[in-house]
């Protein structure tokens, strides 16, 4: 009874407690000071990421409408049988409004990449233009293959709002979308990149290994209110003038004014201090795509990024923690303390990693559109997808095609990574273009002196003469297997076309015309070996910038200094016809066909691109140049003065079309140990080189 009397009293207590809190005058003084919002609260929400059209509806309003949208994947809202029947091809809507810059040079990217098709029947994805002003497709009509979203890809790439309607079952690559609104392995997310970004090619990274003489730096604007204002205010509590320099100019806004002018700050260039530091500050700015993000990888300086809710830039594929520092806005005033704790080593991996991507994937327009075409074919194929080493080690995911092959150890990129080498052995293909007719042509003599070798284990002749090819009775007995091969187009780039029947990673490429020792093809063998990412052969050019002319030039005179080594003496490993066959538009091709020239050029371009390092030359004899000579006949191409003109072309539209000279000088020839010493013959392992 006592027990019950205690517990009436402690009710009838809490009664009377709550009923002085909810009394008239505490609500009222209540709704006079309503709470302070959580500065946090917009940076994370959706209402940042979609802007005010879509701020209302969360993740659902900017995924589109029910399950289709806002919890779009791609095995429920993409249709993998259009890609089935024609392979990955993209098709691009015909604009019919006024488009924006980037849009139109995005545009202009997929229709000249080699996933291209006119025929919207055959293609797999369908790329359908945001128009400016009018963005909805629904307005005034539907596009013809809408099906509510399902296999088209929208790029918005606007500066002026966000997207303006549900993309619904549409795959959305949008420059930085915050992470509520983004849907993983479906959306891209994009870098904003500036209008001075290249269409194709792109710029080098700044200079490095450099010393920088700043640790971190910063240079923008602020304004009192606004999106990342007490972030940017907060910066100046780090500045210290010697080696963090945050430089925040103040932009006063509606209704509000600077605390502190910045006059100081205009005496600085933001990229010259980028190019002075190690670290460069990514903060909170109007998009979240910030644009001196791109600008911090293009200056070799570690972005340290305080952007909560930043889906970074090809974060599918790319891993960011490699090439910056990934830091939260709360935790700002730790920033300095962090950068001083990374030891030189770790400055030095993550500086080179920031260059290798901002070369690989940002530098071009170009670049950032095949990167995105490539992560939504990776999707779509994951049988034949690229691993993460692909994407995030040289030479990048856009030079290496998994359809080749899915293992590293095939590709002659990952050799040292891997420690293996590779096999001993090669194939060599000759390139024959006359018939024959007799048992002493040059072609028979080559045939004998490659068979010799210890290293080969076959040996193709590609027939492009316009008669057929004679019985294997009137071809040279040899030792190893022989084929000849007579495709159907004999044309100048099917010497480069990866048959099946070539099985070594050692392809020797040689003209019909070429005249070669056994010892010879040995040793620049040897070398190969040590360098199975390059071309290592005999024959050697070179080019050079015409000032007076303005383009670019080929010489062929014998000096010190090379930049091409022809594919008519050559070794490189077998991927680089799969290389030169796929990845190289088809325009190059039929040019180089057409001119029946050049196609040794566009291989040394293609590999240059790729590796980034010039050809090795090997131990070359005097004789070679006089034979060349004296086959300069009426017969010999090398002697007609057109075909040196077609080369001349050739190198400025090679050049045009890669956006850059690829091309690399070289003063380095390698010859055998005891090369041209004065010490017994006996000694020498190559000796039968110095007697030519």
């Not at 300086?301 to 930043?310: A, E, K, Y």
């Not at 070429?514 to 070996?529: K, N, Y």
Request: hydrophobic share 40%; charged share 20%; proline share 8%.
């Amino acid at each position: 009874m006592q027990a019950r009397g205690r517990y009436l009293l402690a009710g009838l207590a809490a009664c009377l407690l709550a009923g002085l809190y909810l009394r008239p005058g505490r609500r009222r003084a209540a709704a006079a000071s309503p709470p302070e919002p959580e500065p946090e609260q917009p940076r994370r929400g959706s209402a940042l990421a979609a802007g005010p059209a879509e701020a209302g509806g969360g993740r659902r309003a900017r995924g589109g409408a029910g399950p289709a949208g806002g919890r779009c994947r791609m095995e429920t809202c993409f249709d993998f049988s259009r890609c089935r029947r024609h392979g990955f091809r993209v098709y691009v809507y015909p604009a019919r409004g006024r488009l924006s810059e980037p849009q139109r040079r995005v545009l202009r990217s997929l229709r000249g990449s080699r996933f291209y098709t006119p025929e919207p029947g055959r293609a797999c994805l369908l790329v359908l233009p945001l128009e400016r002003g009018r963005r909805s497709p629904d307005a005034p009509a539907r596009p013809p293959h809408w099906n509510g979203g399902r296999n088209h890809l929208l790029f918005s790439l606007h500066r002026d709002g966000p997207l303006g309607f549900e993309p619904g079952q549409a795959l959305l690559a949008q420059a930085g979308p915050g992470a509520p609104g983004f849907r993983p392995r479906f959306d891209v997310s994009l870098p904003l990149f500036p209008r001075r970004l290249p269409q194709r090619g792109g710029a080098r990274a700044g200079p490095f290994p450099a010393p920088r003489r700043y640790l971190l730096v910063f240079e923008g604007q602020r304004s009192p209110s606004g999106l990342g204002a007490e972030t940017r205010a907060a910066l100046r509590h780090l500045h210290n003038g010697r080696d963090l320099l945050l430089l925040t100019a103040c932009r006063p806004g509606p209704g509000a004014r600077c605390d502190r002018p910045a006059a100081d700050d205009a005496r600085y260039d933001s990229q010259e201090l980028m190019q002075n530091s190690s670290f460069c500050l990514v903060p909170w700015g109007r998009r979240l795509g910030f644009f001196r993000f791109l600008e911090a990888l293009q200056a070799a300086c570690i972005p340290v990024l305080l952007s909560n809710g930043w889906e970074l830039p090809f974060s599918e594929v790319i891993d960011w923690n490699k090439a910056a520092i990934i830091g939260d806005e709360r935790l700002l005033l730790q920033i300095p303390s962090i950068t001083r704790s990374i030891d030189h080593d770790r400055v030095l991996a993550l500086r080179q990693q920031t260059q290798f991507l901002w070369e690989t994937y940002f530098s071009s327009v170009e670049k950032i559109v095949l990167t995105t075409l490539e992560i939504i074919q990776d999707r779509i194929q994951t049988h034949i997808s690229r691993n993460h080493v692909m994407w995030n080690a040289q030479p990048g995911g856009l030079y290496v095609l998994p359809q080749f092959s899915t293992s590293l150890a095939d590709f002659p990129f990952y050799y040292c990574a891997l420690g293996r080498s590779p096999a001993k052995e090669f194939t060599a293909v000759i390139q024959a273009a006359s018939p024959l007719l007799s048992q002493s042509q040059p072609i028979v003599r080559l045939i004998l002196a490659v068979a010799k070798s210890k290293y080969c284990t076959q040996i193709v002749v590609l027939w492009s003469c316009e008669k057929p090819p004679p019985p294997r009775s009137r071809w040279p007995s040899v030792p190893v297997p022989f084929s000849v091969v007579e495709g159907e187009h004999k044309t100048m780039s099917s010497r480069f076309f990866p048959y099946d029947l070539i099985r070594t990673d050692a392809v020797l490429s040689l003209d019909e015309d070429t005249v070669l020792s056994t010892s010879e093809v040995d040793f620049a063998f040897t070398v190969w070996c040590s360098f199975p990412e390059r071309i290592v052969g005999y024959p050697a050019r070179s080019h050079y910038w015409d000032s007076s002319k303005g383009w670019w030039a080929y010489t062929s005179k014998w000096t010190n200094e090379y930049s091409m080594v022809l594919t008519g003496a050559a070794f490189y490993h077998r991927y680089y016809h799969y290389l030169y066959t796929f990845y190289l538009p088809g325009s190059l091709h039929s040019m180089v066909d057409q001119m029946a020239n050049c196609e040794d050029i566009l291989m040394n371009f293609l590999v240059s691109a790729v590796t980034k390092l010039p050809p090795i030359k090997v131990t070359q004899k005097k004789q070679y140049k006089e034979t060349m000579m004296q086959q300069g006949s009426k017969t010999s191409r090398w002697a007609d003065p057109e075909h040196f003109a077609q080369r001349q072309a050739c190198m400025n539209s090679f050049a045009s079309w890669f956006g850059f000279m690829p091309l690399v000088h070289s003063q380095m020839r390698l010859d055998p140990v005891l090369f041209k010493d004065q010490v017994s013959i006996l000694r020498k392992k190559y000796r039968d080189i110095e007697r030519l």
